[in-house]
């Protein structure tokens, strides 16, 4: 029994492209150029996945996202807010005014933070800690 080429070139082709969908270079081209960082999983297994079904379109989707920086988790993004606007939430005591700060962020930076959340955990700290930062404390 001789199996049609069609069907076998119609099978190569759609493996060919449930690899490709598998990249994280297709699926996250913003992410092209980075260079180091966390791997993402979900691009780690769906190009091992590849692995196990087509071992060699699977190496080489690992290949390109590796090559491309794609399989890498995006960095941090950093705000500035200036110290100067900030001591407006610290009251006389020395402790913070959840509110005040919220209120400063928003505006500074358009972001609303819940700091009103009660799952927020905060940490108070001494003198002795920010001296090994190297900060000096100023309320």
């Known amino acids: 029994m001789r199996i049609p080429s069609r069907l076998i070139g119609g099978a190569v082709v759609a493996a060919l492209l449930t690899q490709l969908t598998a990249c994280g270079t297709l699926f996250y081209p913003d992410r092209r150029g980075q260079i180091e960082g966390r791997i993402d999983p979900v691009v780690a297994a769906l190009d091992a996945i590849g692995i196990l079904f087509y071992v060699l379109p699977g190496l080489i989707a690992f290949g390109v996202d590796f090559a491309t920086g794609a399989i890498y988790l995006p960095g941090g993004t950093t705000a500035h807010v200036a110290p100067e ?44 800690q920010l001296a090994a930062y190297g900060l000096k404390p100023a309320a």
């Open 85 to 128: 606007h900030l001591h407006q939430a610290v009251g006389k005591d020395g402790k913070v005014d959840n509110q005040r700060l919220q209120a400063i962020i928003e505006a500074e930076l358009g972001k609303h933070l819940p700091l009103d959340d009660p799952r927020l955990i905060q940490h108070t700290g001494s003198v002795e």
